[in-house]
């Protein structure tokens, strides 16, 4: 069975400084790897997805994510966090083998201060 | 249309009424999914339908929820006997296939008083 397991629920960072959100992973077969981002009041959108190509992703608003396979993670990090970047973050976990349900991870709130 | 339709976008019933909530997925969109997300929380899956095959129904909590999906189109999430503990907001996506980018609507807010 598939699962995701995010290791922070909250993260603070100061602007300009890296992020890095954690997440661990489950999957009985080839994961597809997600991160979606849902900022208050507003809808979930996909920030960057893995689908066994290149193992570095690159998404949007300067984030990437590496899947490594040997450690089941695909964490989630940015060089220099901006105010808007504060939001809640899902990693998202979808197995290739026939059905294609998503499963979220519990979330990690980032808070970016000045 | 242009992106994942919710209606109604916000519901308050009372407890022991019977609720419906609607989807429009994303046209061309074979799977959809419905999400549960209480308050503070993360997303709890529901139910998920993928063209014709039979739905994915294991995260739908008791048998007082159902949804039904006709063909590629709309999907209707039913919850019967509302209780207080259904208060959350209810997530429809729709997305192509494999891989599952999934595109979110905007959520039906249930409140259950």
């Known amino acids: 069975a598939q699962s995701v397991t995010q290791l922070d629920s909250h993260v603070s960072v100061s602007e300009g400084t890296p992020v890095l959100l954690r997440c661990n992973y489950s999957s009985s077969y080839s994961p597809s790897l997600f991160w979606y981002v849902q900022h208050p009041n507003k809808g979930l959108q996909l920030l960057l997805k893995?689908?066994?190509?290149?193992?570095l992703v690159k998404g949007i608003n300067g984030f990437e994510a590496e899947f490594k396979k040997s450690e089941t993670s695909f964490h989630l990090t940015k060089p220099s966090a901006h105010m808007s970047d504060a939001a809640e973050y899902f990693c998202v976990v979808s197995d290739s083998g026939g059905y294609n349900k998503l499963i979220f991870g519990a979330g990690t709130r980032l808070a970016v201060h000045p | 249309g242009a992106g994942v339709s919710q209606s109604p976008s916000n519901k308050v019933t009372e407890k022991g009424k019977d609720v419906e909530l609607r989807c429009d997925p994303i046209s061309g969109h074979t799977a959809l999914y419905w999400y549960r997300q209480r308050l503070g929380q993360g997303l709890e899956f529901l139910i998920y339908f993928q063209g014709n095959s039979a739905p994915d129904k294991s995260g739908l909590p008791s048998d007082r929820f159902s949804a039904e999906r006709t063909g590629e189109s709309v999907s209707t999430l039913t919850i019967q006997r509302t209780q207080q503990e259904d208060s959350a907001v209810y997530l429809c996506a729709s997305s192509l296939g494999y891989p599952p980018d999934a595109f979110f609507g905007q959520g039906t807010r249930l409140t259950v008083v």
């Open positions: 893995y689908t066994s190509a290149a193992t």
